[in-house]
Structure formats: structure tokens, C-alpha cells
């Protein structure tokens, strides 16, 4: 009986410990509407628990969802945008409606000494960013939607959006990149993606791509190049903040809000509306692009990338396809681990095409930008997410492209001549050449474009042309298999492989004068100089292996070795015109034996065994 108690303590213990530990993971959820005193919405207000990083901004009809743990829940909220009253407040339930008084504080008279003041805020805001920014690696957490749809049709052609992870490196030089994780993830996909033949890239680098701070872009960068000019003063947290408009000679204009007591960047807005690639067809102008970047302090007093909107639009036949993507930083901490090379996302990876298990209990403990009603029941149907593979039929030329991949590079060979004594005697010409043995190398130009037949294994078209006088020209059918050595990070990739092709090998005997037309092969060649290889061509079994690294998942580094199996040979002289332009010149080739021609090593002329090649492969 003591041992059964003993049992039932140490069950009760841990039921007991499960139950705690429970409690401090729970978590709890606030939610409202901001308005202002004449019950307009305010949009892309700032929301955060009080000494803590964790926050989210209100949508555009001023609307927000707070997910936190409940130990926090005694903590105020703290809601700010530029404009109006800080407000510190506890809220509960999900029925808040809160109302954010303008500031009307008044201001203390501040004087610039410039000629141009705009000028001197702008220019002050350049030398005071490692003041004002974080100073050390930092890990966001955070959220991204982006959604594309047609102007004149009411529902979306899909949306893609992501919880994610970010590092964000310290401000104090010009960074333009960073590594971005995918957390969880969903999507929507209508029956319109048969519309679109385009696809969004680095959309979840917002955090990294509008940074205008970290990246020292625009006006951060050439302010001389750029016309300022103060328009207002608004307060933040009882501060003075300057409205500063910018316009550059390009048609870039916007504005950049600049607090004065320490010259932070507080928020910039972009707007282009004209000044784009006039070349492209009028079917495809860009309408115009804005974008806006926020940041907010801490408590620390240091400013943080916080959110960003970016909206584009596209004249597309006889509608116009709009483009909106936005982020928020939902938390941040410090960096005490980097991101592995397998969980980072691309600047080229495209949202749309990532697969991951759909989570909907997810979304309703994580704290994200909230969307439309209308927009939310969309995620709903469940059919949308779980068939949509079967239900939505994309472009088959699109598919073909995502599928395939390109290789371009250098290749070094090495062509072994034989002894020969080489007869050709015509009224035109008269050749008569005695080759000793000798190695020649060459060196080529290689292409291939391959398709993904199953995962890791290729089928395509691989070419190699000589940039010589001596050479080899080939065309392939060829076949690769992918082997990953290196499954934990950076892939590296084995590729044993076979060619088989076509290949054609030359050897410069020299330039001949024909004294009139010259007749071979049923070709007639203009009179003059003319350049005459020794020549074989044959069909081969090519194997070959190669090893790859991947910089990226769009570009790798590539080396290759081959070896040449010959099938069938055939030895001769090929001719060429020397003069006029070289896609114009004709050539002939006349085949030992014929036309008075005479090869004393009838067997061999001419050999390759191996060769290298060094290249890039591109991935679409």
C-alpha cells in the first residue's frame, strides 16, 4: 500500500507540474477597433504590452489582435502614431473600442541655423543613425501578407501569408540583405491564378528590402540629389517630429518624418507615379509604386524596423493587376544563434510555391496584421488549401520553366593529332600536308538547359562550341542524377551523368588560296583564301561527373570531368571561306577517300579522350 501511495504522489506531482507549466504558457487575447474623436478609423497604429517588445500594428479600418502570455496580463498597452496622444491603457475582452486624441500639444519653437533647414534635419539624420539604431545583431520575429488581384474583380487571385523569422543586422554600416525563416505558413489560391503568367520574388524580405535606414537608400544615400522641404510638425510621445517632403530629378518623391531632439527616422513614405521603363509594352507599364517604412522605439530608447506597406500596379490588357505586401514586427530579441543555410528563404524563392502543412489553430495564437473579414473566410475553405494542387491547374509554360535549369562555363579538352601525310589535289586547290604527332589544347564554350524529370534527376540539352581555330563542337542528349553530400547545410551535390551526341573535332591546317570557285561536296566556295581544318566527326558516349555547391538556390558553382566513348568515325578536310562575315561564310566537308582526297592514317586523325568543365548553373 505504501508503494501504490508513492505511485499516486508521483502521478499527482507530475499532473500537478503539467498543469503549471500549463498556466505559464497560457495564453490570452485582446482585441479592438481605434478611432479617432469623429469615429474615422486609424490604420497602422503602433500596439505593444508595456516593457516588452511584443506588439502588432491596427489594419486599415483600425483594427488590431493582441495575442500574449498571461502572466502579462497586468501590463498596459501602449497604442502611438504620429499625430496623436501616446495612450497607456488596460483592455480585456475582444470588444475595445478605443478613441486616440490628436496632439495638440504645444510646441516649443525650435530654430535651424541654415540656409536649408530640410537640408540640415536630412543631413543630421545620416550622421546620427548608430545613435538612434540598434548597434548588435537582433532577431525579429514577425508577419508578412502579400496579395495580388485583378482592379475590377472583387476577390483576390491569392494570398500568401507567413509568420516568420528575421536577423537584422546592427545599423552602424549600410546593409541590404539579411536571412529570413519561414515559421508557419498558409495560402489562397483562386481559379484566377490562370490569369497571372507572373510571380512575386523577395517578398518576405520586406524587413530587409525597405529598411531604408539599414540600406542608406535614396535620400540616405545621395541627398544631393534630392530637393527637401519642411511642410509640417508633428508630435510623438510629446516630441517634436518634422515632415520633411523629398523629391529627386528621377520623379522619386515622398516624405521622411525626422524627430528632432535626436534626429531619428521615425517613418518615410515613397511614392513614384511616373519615370518607369518606357520600353516595356504599354499592356505591361507599371501604373506607379509606394511604399511605407515605420519604426518604433523601445525602451531602451533605440528605434526598431517595425512595419512596412508596398503597394504596385501593373496595366495588364484591359485591366490593371495590383500588388500589395506588408510586414510587422511582432517581437524581438537578442541574436544567439543564426539561421541555417536549409531554413533560410531566398531573395529569389517565390511565397506562392512554398508547401507546408496548413495549421488554422496556429493563426489564432499568433499575432499578425488582421486581415478583412471577407479575406479571412477565404482561409476557411479548407478544400481551397488541402486540394488545391488538384483544383488549380497553373500555366504548363510556367511550370516548365520553374522545372528547368540552365548551365553556362568554360571547358578545357586536349586534341591528340596523329602522323598523317594529307593528299587533296583540284584544279582550285592543291593541299599537300605532312603532320607529325602533337597534343593541342582547346578550349570551348559550354550551354545546357535541363529539365527536372523526377526530384534530382535531369534530362536536357547540353553544347559545347570551340572559341578557337582548333576545337570541338558537340551537341548532347544528356542525363543527370543529383546526390546531396552535405544534407545538414550548404546542399553539395555528386552528379554521375552520360552524354550522347554528336561531336566534331578540328584542327587548323592553314589558310589556302583557291585560284577559282572551288567545288566540294556539292558546294561551290568563292575563290581566295580559305581556311582548311582537319577534321573528324563522330557520334560518342559521353560519362561524366560533376560536383556542384550551391550559393544559392537559383545559382550553384559547377566543375565537371567527362570521358569519350566513340561510336562511329569519320576523317576528312573541312573548308571554309575566309572572307565576308562569318555567319555568312560557307563551309564543306569532304570525307577521306572522296573528291581526290587522301588521308594516309586511315583509322585515326584525330582523338579527345577527356575533358573539364567550369561553370554556373542557373535555376529558375
Known sequence: MQIKSGRHFKYNLSILFILLFHTILAQTTIAGKIIDKNNIPIPYVHIKIENTSIGTVSNENGLFKLVFSKNLVK??????????????????????????????????????????????????????????????????????????????????????ETSMESIKKEYSTKHTTGDVKLVEYRKYKSRQLDTLNMRIYAGVHHIHRFDVVAR????????????????????????????????????????????DSTYAIVKAEFRQASGFNNLLPSQNKRQFLNYTVSYEQSGDNIWRFKYSKYKTAFKRKKDTLILTSEYVTTNTEPNNHEITYLDRLQYTDILLNEEKVYKPDFWNNH?????????????????????????????????????????????????????????????????????TASNQNVYGLIFSLLYKLKPNFHVGYLSESKISKNGITSHNVSLQRQININLKSRPVFITPGINFGYQQLDFFLGNFTATEKLNVNNKSLKAGKTSVFLSQRNFR?????????????????TISC?????????NGLLFQEKKGFSLFRKKAFVKNGNENLAISNTSESLENKFGIHVGISLQL
Request: avoid cysteine; proline fraction near 4%.
Open 541 to 557: 558516349f559521353q560519362p561524366n561527373l560533376s560536383l556542384s555547391i550551391e550559393k544559392s538556390r537559383r545559382f550553384s558553382f
Open 562 to 570: 567527362n570521358y569519350n566513348i566513340p561510336v562511329s568515325k569519320r
Open 216 to 259: 542608406r537608400e535614396a535620400f540616405l544615400q545621395k541627398p544631393g540629389k534630392f530637393v527637401y522641404k519642411i511642410v509640417d510638425t508633428l508630435t510623438k510621445q510629446n516630441k517634436s517630429v518634422y515632415k520633411i517632403h523629398f523629391k529627386s530629378r528621377d520623379k522619386l518623391s515622398g516624405h521622411v518624418y525626422i524627430l
Open 367 to 435: 499575432n499578425i496584421i488582421l486581415p478583412n473579414k471577407e479575406y479571412e473566410s477565404l482561409f476557411k475553405l479548407t478544400d481551397n488549401i488541402s486540394k488545391e494542387r488538384s483544383r488549380i491547374k497553373s500555366k504548363k509554360w510556367l511550370n516548365l520553366l520553374l522545372k528547368t535549369k540552365q548551365e553556362i562555363g568554360l571547358s578545357w579538352s586536349r586534341i591528340d593529332v596523329f602522323s598523317n601525310n594529307i593528299s587533296f589535289d583540284t584544279p582550285a586547290l592543291n593541299i599537300q600536308e605532312n603532320l
Open 75 to 160: 501590463r498596459a498597452i501602449i497604442l502611438s502614431s504620429l499625430g496623436y496622444r501616446t495612450k497607456k491603457m488596460n483592455l480585456a475582452g475582444s470588444s475595445n473600442i478605443i478613441v486616440l486624441n490628436p496632439d495638440i500639444t504645444q510646441l516649443q519653437e525650435i530654430t535651424i541655423v541654415s540656409k536649408d533647414p530640410a537640408r540640415a534635419l536630412i543631413n543630421n539624420a545620416i550622421n546620427s543613425i548608430s545613435k538612434n539604431y540598434p548597434l548588435v545583431d537582433e532577431r525579429h520575429f514577425g508577419f508578412f501578407r502579400e496579395i495580388t488581384q485583378w482592379k475590377k474583380q472583387p476577390k483576390p487571385i491569392y494570398i500568401a
